[in-house]
């Protein structure tokens, strides 16, 4: 918390304590429990209207997996790559050239052809 830790803030509390005195000691700690209730209501009122808002679908969210210290690229490289593509269907060519229709079919069924690579384009 800020950087403090036990003993420095018992210290500080004890200097504090000094300083206010101990007439005005009571008034103020009434006051920072009154802010503290305030401040619990209010986050509790907007998480209520998050849910409210974001409807049911938030729910269903698994935020483990989305934490951000569970990020590891290599992890994420590695599964890419290891990514199983669909088989390609390979078809042997055939020993004499198609004309006509049967060119035109075979040419629907592989796709477009590549662009030609002109390499002393700029």
Do not use: C
């Not at 206010?20 to 009154?34: K, N, S, T, V």
């Amino acid at each position: 918390m800020f950087g403090i830790n036990g003993g420095e803030l018992l210290v500080l509390l004890a200097v504090a304590a000094l300083v206010i005195g101990p007439e005005r000691l009571p008034g103020y700690a009434e006051q920072l429990g009154q802010w503290v209730r305030r401040g619990r209501e209010l986050l509790r009122d907007a998480k209520s209207r998050v849910d409210e808002e974001l409807g049911e679908e938030v729910g269903d969210v698994d935020w483990a997996a989305l934490d951000p210290r569970k990020y590891d690229p290599r992890r994420i490289v590695r599964d890419a790559l290891l990514d199983d593509d669909p088989p390609r269907r390979v078809t042997p060519p055939s020993s004499r050239p198609m004309t006509g229709a049967a060119a035109a079919a075979h040419a629907a069924e592989r796709g477009p052809a590549a662009a030609p690579y002109d390499d002393e384009a700029t």
